[in-house]
T-cell receptor, first 117, second 110 residues
Framework: DTGVSQNPRHKITKRGQNVTFRCDPI?????LYWYRQTLGQGPEFLTYFQNEAQLEKSRLLSDRFSAERPKGSFSTLEIQRTEQGDSAMYLC???????????????FGPGTRLTVL | RKEVEQDPGPFNVPEGATVAFNCTYS??????FFWYRQDCRKEPKLLMSVYSSGNEDGRFTAQLNRASQYISLLIRDSKLSDSATYLC???????????FGAGTQVVVTP
């Protein structure tokens, strides 16, 4: 399967614990995005990378959240000291960098569903 | 005001009927738009891109009205498998950051 993959698919944790999610984008896609989706809402942008550079972070991304893409390939999203409000689906998407059209198609992974007890 | 707004529905549609719904956007500079389909507890999947006045793909037709800043999606000859949430999406900046609407739920009934 050459699509975007995310691990783990489900994570249940206790409040206050740290969690880390991984995203493997489609091979050779330069851009990688993280979104968060809660029930009844559309995905909300968190942050994105172009290659290894993190170019923008949403105000939604508090100091407890950190994302990395060290070699410009896979990315990790870490949440420290989780809170119940962090419970959501965390989606990763990737897109190629064509440089021609604003809004190149983003392909989403299956998501990691986080439940904070 | 949210950047992208949608009627949450649900739109209950008899199988074989036509359904249409709109999405309004606030960023007049947006040049391209997308409709994604999302099944329950699954990831969004691209349904259609809209770069000019509209786009048609089989039973699905998307239209863009820049003057009134809305995009519509029309589904003809609805199938049971069309039941899903349809997310309207607009890029919010030149880097491709996407702004999603909350989605319109469509339920096709036998």
């Amino acid at each position: 399967d050459t699509g975007v993959s995310q691990n783990p698919r489900h994570k249940i944790t206790k409040r206050g614990q740290n969690v880390t999610f991984r995203c493997d984008p489609i091979s050779e896609h330069n851009r990688l995005y993280w979104y968060r989706q809660t029930l009844g809402q559309g995905p909300e942008f968190l942050t994105y990378f172009q290659n290894e550079a993190q170019l923008e972070k949403s105000r939604l991304l508090s100091d407890r959240f950190s994302a990395e893409r060290p070699k410009g390939s896979f990315s990790t999203l870490e949440i420290q000291r989780t809170e119940q409000g962090d419970s959501a689906m965390y989606l990763c998407a990737s897109s190629p960098l064509t440089g021609t059209t604003v809004g190149d198609t983003q392909y989403f992974g299956p998501g990691t569903r986080l439940t904070v007890l | 005001r949210k950047e992208v707004e949608q009627d949450p529905g649900p739109f209950n549609v008899p199988e074989g009927a036509t359904v249409a719904f709109n999405c309004t956007y606030s960023n007049s500079a947006s040049q391209s738009f997308f409709w994604y389909r999302q099944d329950c507890r699954k990831e969004p999947k691209l349904l259609m891109s809209v770069y000019s006045s509209g786009n048609e793909d089989g039973r699905f037709t998307a239209q863009l009205n820049r003057a009134s800043q809305y995009i519509s999606l029309l589904i003809r000859d609805s199938k049971l498998s069309d039941s899903a949430t349809y997310l309207c999406v607009a890029p919010s900046d030149s880097w491709g950051k996407l702004q999603f609407g909350a989605g319109t739920q469509v339920v096709v009934t036998p």
